[in-house]
């Protein structure tokens, strides 16, 4: 068992757990941190992938900027106190069956799988260098890359007249 | 140095699994949402594992990729769940049945 194993396994362990804490907390800013601690033990991972350029992105963009911009809803709209009742009692046990369902699929898959034995290199390639990465994505991805643009430039718009008060009738700006 | 697949795929299945549950099992609609990021950051998970193992770079692009669709559905959401709170006073899903045929 090489270190790379142990290092992934302790990663794992700090990943399932912040997840679990996510699901279970009552208060959502502590959801917030939770997930926040996922995404930064799921971004060593990905280093550990020979991913440095995702890693980073990971970090900056989701731990960094999505991450922020839920805490700002959380706190703007002061609902991190706010206890959401129990769910309806008919449906904890199809949520149960549901999940036994993903993790038996799953579970399935990946054992009868597990014969393949392929095994991930944990040398960092040069396949994920940032210059590679940018090469492609402005030659053989650059019209998916345009499409992207004009995705957050919509969102971008829809956020804006989504959340902007309603204008009173009289009052034209 | 060298990992068994099963690793990464293990802990990217027990990730989506869990933002499954939390998905199902939350009533507030920002915890769903984060539920919702976790699934997409499985999935992720799943994209660069298999990018390392056949060494190339196409899963990297198309993780850049959910990232930022992920960003835009955040940022709708969000704005989504402000305008409904403003309305409703509530973020509580049970809340939302208004559209009930």
């Known amino acids: ?19 679990v804490g996510m699901i279970l907390s009552r208060n959502t800013v502590y959801s917030a941190l939770f997930l926040i601690l996922n995404f930064l033990t799921v971004a060593v991972v990905y280093l550990l992938l020979g991913a440095p350029f995702i890693s980073f992105a990971q970090i900056s ?21 706010i206890t959401t009742p129990d769910p ?16 038996i699929e799953g579970a399935y898959v990946l054992i009868t799988r597990y014969g393949a034995q392929a095994t991930a290199s944990l040398t960092a ?3 994920a260098d940032p210059a590679t990465i940018g090469t492609l994505l402005y030659t053989k991805f650059s019209l998916p890359f345009e499409v992207t643009s004009i995705i957050l430039l919509v969102a971008a718009i829809g956020a804006v007249v989504l959340a902007r008060p309603k204008l009173k009738e009289g009052g034209n700006q | ?19 499954v549950v939390g998905f199902l099992l939350r009533k507030n609609a920002i915890v769903i949402f984060m539920s919702l990021e976790l699934m997409f950051n499985a999935a992720n998970l799943v994209f660069i594992t298999f990018a390392n193992q056949f060494q190339n770079a196409d899963g990297h692009i198309f993780v850049i990729f959910v990232m930022t669709t992920a960003a835009a559905e955040v940022a709708v ?9 403003r309305s409703r006073h509530s973020i509580d899903i049970d809340q939302m049945n208004s559209l009930k045929g």
């Open chain 2, 77 to 85: 959401g969000l704005a989504l769940i402000v305008s409904i709170f």
């Open chain 1, 88 to 103: 309806v009692r008919w449906q904890r046990p199809l949520v149960i069956i549901l999940a036994a369902a993903v993790v």
């Open chain 1, 125 to 127: 390639a040069e396949v």
């Open chain 2, 1 to 19: 140095m060298t990992l068994p697949l099963i690793y990464p795929l293990g802990l990217a299945f027990i990730l989506f699994a869990l933002g």
């Open chain 1, 1 to 19: 068992m090489t270190i790379g194993i142990l290092v992934f396994i302790f990663l794992g362990i700090v990943a399932v757990a912040a997840a």
């Open chain 1, 61 to 81: 963009v989701y731990a960094g900027a999505i991450m922020i911009l839920f805490l700002f809803v959380i706190m703007l709209l002061g609902t991190d106190k």
